[in-house]
């Protein structure tokens, strides 16, 4: 069984036979005292490395968190502007729905999908198309929050996109009468459903930011 002192023998061989490789490396080994230190820090900075990679592989990986992360905390920066579809499913159909949207995520990585998701979107949606629109948050639209600096709620955009429909023709046309906010159902980027107990939550912690374009489908 080989011995710490002759493992450690045999590192400071190969880490010396290394760095007289190179002729910038080689002229700090001249001198004991110089080849010493070099060693010392070269050691310290694989260390270190190491030491970083594994700690960012595993907040990476979620085996742990990250040590400070009550001290600095993310803000993550508010949406400011973003595009929502919308459309109409009957309430029968909502079940459906949720299989809809786990097509459409698994249809981004894989196009044999995109058959079957647009046979049952002919399947449960009112409309052949969705209905786009264009939100812009001002100051107006979070600034009465407890936290403002995130920006709007899931229960604004709800609420916001249940006004944009009353308005429109479709609310006639459908006899769609006693709705709430509770009828919008909101899709964020990862075509994941932002739950009804998340209403008071942002949309930068929901996986909803700037620029995106996510959908919101009333149930009637």
Request: proline share 3%.
């Amino acid at each position: 069984m080989t011995s710490p002192i002759e493992l450690l023998y045999k590192f400071d061989q190969y880490l010396t036979y290394q760095l007289q490789q190179h002729s910038f490396t080689a002229n700090l080994l001249i001198h004991p005292t110089s080849k010493f230190i070099t060693e010392i820090l070269v050691i310290i900075v694989i260390g270190l490395i190491s030491y970083e990679s594994i700690y960012w592989t595993g907040i990476y990986l979620g085996l742990w968190e990250y040590h400070a992360k009550d001290i600095f905390t993310e803000v993550p920066i508010h949406c400011a502007h973003l595009s929502v579809r919308m459309n109409i499913i009957s309430q029968q159909d909502k079940n459906k729905l949720l299989e809809y949207y786990q097509l459409k995520q698994l249809s981004k990585y894989n196009p044999l999908y995109w058959n079957k998701l647009n046979l049952l979107s002919e399947e449960i949606f009112k409309l052949n198309k969705f209905i786009k629109y264009y939100y812009e948050f001002s100051p107006e639209d979070f600034e009465m929050n407890k936290e403002p600096e995130f920006g709007s709620t899931i229960e604004h955009l709800r609420t916001k996109t249940l006004n944009l429909f009353r308005e429109s023709d479709l609310y006639k046309e459908y006899h769609c009468h006693d709705l709430t906010i509770r009828n919008v159902l909101v899709f964020n980027n990862k075509n994941d459903e932002v739950r009804q107990d998340q209403d008071l939550n942002y949309l930068s912690k929901c996986n909803i930011e700037t620029g995106n374009v996510i959908d919101c489908v009333i149930v009637i």
